[in-house]
């Protein structure tokens, strides 16, 4: 018998090396596309949770003929006005009052609104993480935020460690242009404040004077970053002012350290590219670019100064 030797064809070694290259050329052109069409879509559907919440606090003016109040908390040392018969007294703020027009009606009724946010009953139900609150696009997104020593009727707390305590939130209710605080951190009344949000008092929409396609009512917010437990809470004090226009100076997009960050202090501000969502006072939902001028930003935050935005 003959023997026949037989060859076999088989990449070399520089040829493969040029496959794996283009292959990886093809990903690093590729991977951009797909982080865009990703955002693209956590975007749509952190918009569409904002048009949610535009139309359940619409149904709550429906009910109530008014939007709901921005916060119910005051202490009687405060400029805040006016003085309440209790003189300290930490309430829910809108997000809570709104939660039945958000098909969370069970939360809402295992509330006790004659009580404080702090008691135990009412403690134990702000750990619950609301989805519709919160933004795809946040890392952050459902962390509980250290907000008080409090503790669940067991004596246990919201979360696994002394450092969780309330779910957090992506939104605020727009307050004030300049400052939505008066002494001591609290709330200022609805009757100081110029935004649609405050204090003790539901702004109904004919108080809108400047209109409601022109007014900020819900912004976009960011706390301190992932594992930091600080940020914005559904269940009180979800409020800001545009003293900053958005992602400005006191966010973390704005270059804050997540140690120095204060949810009194902070905006409006998004980890989406070059802005951040709003619900506007007619329900309606705008992404208003970071680059707008702080002096139209201002005037879309008033109710009724009646000043021309352009």
Not at 15 to 31: K, N, T
Not at 113 to 141: E, H, K, M
Not at 252 to 261: E, F, H, K, L, T
Request: aromatic fraction near 8%; hydrophobic fraction near 40%.
């Amino acid at each position: 018998m003959q023997s026949r030797s037989v060859r076999v064809r088989a990449f070399t070694l520089v040829e493969l090396l040029v496959v794996i290259a283009i292959i990886g050329i093809l990903i690093a052109l590729l991977l951009p596309a797909v982080q865009a069409a990703r955002e693209a879509a956590r975007r749509s559907n952190c918009a569409n949770n904002f048009k949610q919440v535009g139309l359940a606090a619409h149904n709550y003016h429906d009910t109530h003929r008014c939007l709901p109040s921005g916060s119910f908390a005051w202490n009687g040392a405060t400029d805040c006005a006016p003085a309440q018969s209790q003189t300290s007294f930490s309430g829910f703020g809108w997000a809570t009052l709104i939660l039945p027009f958000m098909e969370q009606g069970s939360l809402h009724d295992q509330l006790n609104f004659r009580q404080s946010a702090t008691w135990p009953a009412n403690y134990a139900v702000q750990g619950n993480v609301i989805q519709g609150y919160l933004c795809p696009s946040d890392p952050q997104g459902g962390e509980l935020i250290s907000w008080t020593s409090a503790l669940r009727p067991d004596g246990t707390n919201n979360g696994p460690t002394a450092s969780d305590d309330y779910a957090m939130v992506s939104m605020a209710g727009v307050a004030d242009s300049d400052n939505w605080v008066c002494t001591l951190n609290y709330a200022k009344h609805f009757t100081i404040a110029n935004g649609v949000m405050a204090d003790r008092r539901g702004c109904r929409l004919a108080d809108v004077l400047d209109g409601t396609s022109n007014t900020l009512m819900i912004a976009e917010v960011t706390g301190g970053g992932p594992g930091s437990y600080r940020g914005f809470v559904w269940s009180n004090f979800t409020l800001i002012d545009m003293a900053n226009g958005i992602n400005g100076p006191t966010t973390r997009q704005g270059g804050i350290s997540a140690a120095s960050y204060n949810f009194r202090l902070a905006g409006a501000a998004s980890y989406h590219p070059g802005g951040c969502h709003f619900a506007m006072a007619d329900g309606s939902v705008q992404f208003i670019s970071e680059t707008i001028e702080l002096r139209i930003v201002k005037a879309l935050t008033t109710r009724a100064a009646g000043e021309v935005t352009g």
